[in-house]
């Protein structure tokens, strides 16, 4: 695995574990703090899951442009969509025991459906399915590149009518792949041409800088004239993944590799789908320990990484472990894509 993309994954896989901090901290003391930087920094925090999706097709373009290989799906189903029915089972397991009120069967079959926090496994797999049609057929990305930006913008329009049906399957209307269309184009062009971009992301690194700065300006013309979401599904959302992933894989080129970056990465799914279960447990508890919100959700955060990073490490070792989180154990390349030298 190259070391940038180590360090994008680690960054999104953090960024979601301080998101939830936030929202489960909230719901134990019974609010948000009143302030517009916090519902700003909630917001550009939601970054995280759309990254994961992009970075899944940077590597899968970068590893088969051509075509998938043959134990593609085998690998795929046993270490990514085994956990995710594992988690959509554990997920109502803990929902009954917080709430024994629920209907924990109709609970799973929603969770199979996607509606907990592992639905992004469901997106990921409809890249699959696009990256085997585009590869089989050479779908070229300089035509289809603004075909899904355009299809990803009407269904971001859609998610926001008034329809009743439309409010009452909000949560499963994110899952079809065009919600996510224009992620799959961009991450397929980065991985298909990695090596060539990568040389021109070191090259004009401060430039991604930049493209940062500009990309939070955009979110918070957004949130000024009054949309304030907190989710993965807004359009501002999409120049800001875009851009944070560029800028980490340019300045990931220049550093060394750290081995708890590539510790976290490893265990990236797995603490992805942990840890709400871990923070729906301990947050009541680390509300109570401060009075101060920063204090309230830094611990709550340190301490979900710390038990879910524990819980993953001893499944790991059992037989089944990686049909629950996934494989922790990828191999690490020491050296990213040969890059020119810049001054």
């Not at 929603?110 to 990256?131: M, P, S, T």
């Not at 049906?165 to 996510?180: D, R």
């Not at 590799?257 to 729906?280: C, D, P, T």
């Not at 819980?311 to 049909?323: H, R, W």
Request: one cysteine or more; a positive charge; charged letters at 10%.
């Amino acid at each position: 695995m190259i070391k940038e993309w180590n360090l994008l994954r680690t960054l999104a896989c953090l960024s979601i574990v301080f998101l939830h901090s936030t929202s489960l901290t909230a719901v134990s003391v019974g609010g948000y703090p009143a302030s517009g930087v916090y519902s700003l920094l909630r917001i550009a925090l939601c970054y995280a899951t759309p990254t994961f999706v992009i970075l899944s097709e940077i590597i899968l373009a970068n590893r088969y442009p051509d075509q998938l290989p043959k134990n593609f799906w085998k690998k795929r189903v046993k270490w990514i969509f085994a956990p995710f029915l594992a988690f959509a089972v554990i997920d109502a397991l803990v929902s009954y025991h917080l709430n024994p009120n629920i209907d924990i069967a109709l609970m799973i079959k929603n969770n199979l459906l996607g509606n907990y926090e592992g639905y992004f496994v469901l997106i990921i797999f409809q890249f699959y399915i696009l990256h085997y049609f585009v590869t089989k057929y050479n779908i070229k990305m300089n035509w289809l590149i603004p075909i899904s930006i355009l299809v990803m913008s009407l269904h971001f329009k859609v998610m926001e009518g008034e329809h009743p049906w439309i409010k009452e399957n909000l949560s499963y209307l994110k899952i079809p792949f065009t919600a996510w269309f224009a992620y799959f184009t961009i991450a397929y062009a980065i991985g298909k041409n990695y090596t060539a971009i990568a040389a021109k992301l070191q090259e004009y690194r401060y430039q991604t800088l930049f493209g940062v700065v500009l990309s939070l300006a955009i979110v918070l013309i957004f949130y000024k004239s009054g949309y304030v979401s907190v989710g993965s599904k807004r359009l501002d959302l999409f120049p800001l993944t875009v851009s944070i992933s560029l800028l980490v894989l340019a300045w990931g080129q220049l550093l060394p590799n750290i081995k708890i970056v590539n510790l976290i990465s490893n265990y990236s799914f797995g603490i992805y789908l942990i840890h709400w279960q871990v923070q729906r447990y301990l947050a009541p508890y680390t509300a109570q320990w401060f009075d101060q919100t920063h204090l309230q959700v830094f611990s709550l955060f340190f301490i979900t990484l710390l038990i879910s990073m524990a819980i993953i490490k001893v499944i790991s070792l059992l037989p089944f472990g990686s049909y629950v989180v996934g494989n922790t154990n990828r191999k690490i390349k020491t050296i990213s894509p040969k890059l020119v030298k810049t001054a």
